[in-house]
């Protein structure tokens, strides 16, 4: 294959690498010496949402994940609530609230994820 066959054909990888697909960043370094432009195209990152954005710029809608303490305490009233419509278990506050502290467990939990700081 010549290289004249190989730019008619647009999905060569002297095309590709020449010219990055829609929807991806082209890398904005420069390749080490002996290490390939291709690899560093297919490197950057894909979508939409993983395209990069002006410093200091976030996404509001971004989920992160919960603290630890928060993480534990939803854990923590799951288990309970669970010990206790499972096993029969007799805990106090608890006890016939077990839908109530499920739902307060996963609602903390929820928090965790959408709140930054909790």
């Given at each position: 294959?010549?290289?004249?066959d ?16 829609p929807?991806r ?23 939409n ?14 989920l ?7 993480f ?15 096993f ?12 109530w ?16 700081g909790l």
């Amino acid at each position: 294959m010549t290289k004249s066959d190989a730019m008619a054909q647009p999905n060569s990888p002297s095309c590709v690498a020449a010219k990055p697909m829609p929807g991806r960043v082209p890398p904005a370094i420069s390749p080490e010496p002996g290490e390939s432009i291709r690899r560093l195209v297919y490197a950057a990152p894909v979508g939409n949402d993983e395209i990069a954005k002006p410093h200091g710029e976030s996404d509001p809608m971004a989920l992160k994940a919960p603290g630890i303490l928060t993480f534990m305490l939803s854990v923590i009233l799951t288990v309970l609530a669970m010990v206790t419509l499972i096993f029969g278990a007799s805990i106090p506050y608890i006890t016939g609230q077990e839908f109530w502290v499920l739902l307060v467990a996963q609602v903390v939990l929820v928090f965790g994820c959408i709140m930054r700081g909790l």
